[in-house]
């Protein structure tokens, strides 16, 4: 049996194993969460709503301990762990405690006359057992909101947590034990690739993934072969557009944070900073005296922890040594660990980039900061937008009608005017990309109701024989359908000369 072994990034210490999947616990884990669905699906809302209560009940008491345990996992520093991993779980639960039933309850639509005396109402239907496959750099909030997305919908849920994390993976776990749940409602799947592959073939009937576009396009390929519905969360190359009349101090403390908060690896840092030329002097100052004064350490004390993966943190290396190559400067950072071993990476802030360079093109998630200058807005909207990514943008001004209609122009899921990243952190807005950075929304009533099938309901009282539309077809049919076309939807809405006597005797035959 395949084990996982769990290690802390930062410190190197050894904290355990997990054992992985087999293919036939996959396939008993699928039965159970199939069997479960009946009773849950049927659970009335109010009674789901109460498990996760508990839940928030339960993050509200453990959640400091739990932050360290992530930050063990991770590398990232406990105040970030608790900020961005628990709060937003506990924030979350409260917004589906509050909402839920708002947006999970059947919607009355208008029923045209053509139609009387129908009714018309859309009905959320859960969609059986839906797996959820995370990632490694948020290992708790990105694996437990979409599971308790798709809980609160009705669904039963299979996780598969990132193998890059597995103790996360564990508490999570834990705590779902802790609630507890009933039976085969919720189960995690410790594992790699090749448990999420089994996961995948075992037919789920939705598939919410958070991670790389290359994992993602394979997700894709292989439900394609069954036709199960995917959601995919996937990565980023976030741009920062900076124009001459923004807070410079706040677009300054901005860009340091958005870069570096979780030391880069997030899917909506800062990747890009495109600022006015005319700023430009002044705002590589500031940023760089900000950046400068960062404390790297572990666990407490300190902006910025470890990175989490030395896979990861190959790639940001090869990012920054491709861009020095091509001429890029360094006015900060960009040099490798000073250990070889270790993975805090010393932030890094470039200048003298372009756009031919992989640390302007592709996702670089570490702790690295280019910036560009641009001289009018639309090079700067032109820049943005020449990215095969969409996933978060910034715009930086003082003058909203500017700002708004910049935004509205960003080829991107999400754009936050004057601040970053935190679009995600309001539950009540819809989260996702567009390119390459994803497909489909979650969070927000739109992202509530992607864990279910919209169902159109139309109900007619059933008490006449026949339809207007019904065999047997008659010429007074022909007439009643030309003359309604003719005053319902013509340029001057005309009746039509036979018209009522057509209806009259089709009415007739309704009865
Ligand atoms: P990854 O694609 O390597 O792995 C993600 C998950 O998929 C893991 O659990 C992994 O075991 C599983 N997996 C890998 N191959 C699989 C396969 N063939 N079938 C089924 N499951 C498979 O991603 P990662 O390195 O863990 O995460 C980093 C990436 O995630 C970055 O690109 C980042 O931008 C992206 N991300 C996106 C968002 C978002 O909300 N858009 C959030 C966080 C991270």
């Not at 809302?45 to 739990?66: A, P, Q």
Request: charged share 20%.
């Amino acid at each position: 049996m395949a084990v996982l072994s769990m290690r802390n990034p930062a410190t190197g210490e050894v904290l355990g194993t997990v054992s992985e999947a087999t293919p036939e616990q996959v396939r008993q884990t699928m039965k159970q969460a199939r069997a479960a669905f009946a009773s849950w699906s049927a659970t009335a809302l109010s009674k789901r709503i109460d498990y996760l209560v508990r839940l928030r009940h339960y993050l509200v008491d453990h959640g400091e301990k739990l932050a360290h345990k992530i930050s063990q996992d991770t590398g990232k520093v406990t105040l970030e762990a608790f900020m961005t991993e628990i709060f937003v779980t506990v924030d979350t639960i409260r917004f589906y405690e509050k909402h839920a039933r708002r947006m999970l309850s059947p919607q009355k639509v208008p029923t045209g006359l053509v139609l009387w005396p129908k009714k018309s109402y859309i009905h959320f239907k859960p969609m059986g057992v839906v797996a959820v496959i995370s990632p490694w750099n948020y290992p708790f909030q990105l694996a437990v909101i979409p599971v308790l997305s798709a809980l609160v919908a009705g669904n039963t849920v299979i996780l598969k947590p990132s193998e890059v994390t597995p103790a996360t993976g564990m508490l999570i776990e834990e705590m779902f034990r802790a609630v507890p749940l009933p039976d085969g409602v919720v189960s995690v799947l410790h594992g790699g690739r090749s448990v999420g592959q089994e996961l995948v073939s075992a037919r789920p009937d939705k598939i919410f993934f958070t991670g790389s576009v290359a994992t993602g396009k394979k997700i894709m390929a292989a439900a394609a072969e069954h036709l199960i519905p995917v959601e995919l969360e996937l990565g980023g190359k976030d741009p920062m557009i900076v124009l001459a009349d923004a807070h410079l101090e706040r677009a300054a403390n901005a860009a340091v944070w958005g870069a570096f908060t979780n030391s880069g690896q997030v899917c909506m840092s800062v990747e890009r900073v495109y600022v006015h030329e005319s700023v430009y002097p002044k705002f590589l100052q500031l940023v760089t005296e900000k950046a400068a004064a960062l404390r790297q350490g572990y666990p407490d004390q300190a902006e910025i922890g470890s990175m989490t993966s030395p896979q990861q943190l190959a790639i940001v290396r090869e990012h920054v040594a491709d861009a020095l190559s091509k001429g890029a400067r360094a006015v900060l950072g960009g040099q490798p660990p000073a250990d070889e071993d270790s993975l805090f990476l010393p932030p890094t802030i470039l200048t003298d980039v372009t756009s031919d360079m992989k640390v302007m093109q592709e996702e670089t998630f570490g702790p690295v900061l280019p910036i560009m200058t641009f001289s009018d807005e639309e090079e700067a909207v032109r820049l943005a937008n020449a990215s095969p990514y969409g996933l978060n943008a910034s715009v930086w001004s003082m003058d909203r009608r500017r700002a708004k209609s910049i935004a509205e122009r960003l080829e991107s899921g999400n754009v936050c005017i004057n601040d970053v990243i935190i679009s995600y952190a309001n539950p009540y807005l819809p989260f996702g990309g567009v390119k390459q950075s994803g497909i489909g929304r979650y969070r927000g009533p739109f992202g509530l109701q992607a864990f279910t099938h919209s169902t159109s309901i139309i109900h007619d009282p059933g008490t006449r024989k026949r339809e207007v539309n019904w065999y047997p077809y008659t010429e007074d049919q022909r007439k009643l359908f030309l003359g309604l076309t003719r005053l319902l939807f013509s340029r001057d809405r005309k009746w039509e000369r036979g018209t009522l006597g057509a209806i009259w005797r089709e009415w007739k035959r309704l009865f």
